[in-house]
């Protein structure tokens, strides 16, 4: 867990395993996926391509799945993927994947909406 590029990679590998199949979602959810995932950009929140990696895995992990966007909410992940957007406001790729990320985790989660505007998303976004 320590190791930036490491965590980059399984951040990477959870994303590709996780777009168009509901059942990966699922396994990942089920696993610890997202709290890992969290742990990793709270860990290494100098790193961006890891911020990057992180927020593109919670948004695939979050898409059609209420579950894992209640893990996140209750993870960290919207205070992290804020974290990273104001960490790294210059890195416009990472700005995307918060934002797709940011729109998943709060699609029908009146709890993540809350908590994203608690964490300062809405000046983030703008």
Same mark, same amino acid.
């Given at each position: #867990? &320590?190791?930036?590029? %490491?965590? =980059?990679?399984?951040? /990477? !590998?959870?994303? @590709? +395993?996780? *777009?168009?199949? $509901?059942?990966?979602?699922?396994?990942?959810?089920?696993?610890?996926?997202?709290?890992?995932?969290?742990?990793?950009?709270?860990?290494? #929140? &100098?790193?961006?391509? %890891?911020? =990057?990696?992180?927020? /593109? !895995?919670?948004? @695939? +992990?979050? *898409?059609?799945? $209420?579950?894992?966007?209640?893990?996140?909410?209750?993870?960290?992940?919207?205070?992290?993927?804020?974290?990273?957007?104001?960490?790294?406001? &210059?890195?416009?790729? %990472?700005?995307?994947?918060?934002?797709? !990320?940011?729109? @998943? +985790?709060?699609?029908?989660? $009146?709890?993540?909406?809350?908590?994203?505007?608690?964490?300062?998303?809405?000046?983030?976004?703008?």
């Amino acid at each position: #867990r &320590e190791h930036a590029e %490491l965590q =980059r990679a399984a951040c /990477t !590998t959870l994303h @590709h +395993t996780t *777009i168009d199949n $509901a059942k990966n979602r699922v396994k990942a959810g089920n696993a610890g996926a997202i709290d890992a995932v969290v742990a990793a950009m709270q860990g290494h #929140r &100098e790193h961006a391509e %890891l911020q =990057r990696a992180a927020c /593109t !895995t919670l948004h @695939h +992990t979050t *898409i059609d799945n $209420a579950k894992n966007r209640v893990k996140a909410g209750n993870a960290g992940a919207i205070d992290a993927v804020v974290a990273a957007m104001q960490g790294h406001s &210059e890195h416009a790729e %990472l700005q995307v994947a918060a934002c797709w !990320t940011l729109s @998943h +985790t709060t699609t029908d989660n $009146a709890t993540n909406r809350a908590k994203a505007g608690k964490a300062g998303a809405i000046d983030a976004v703008v």
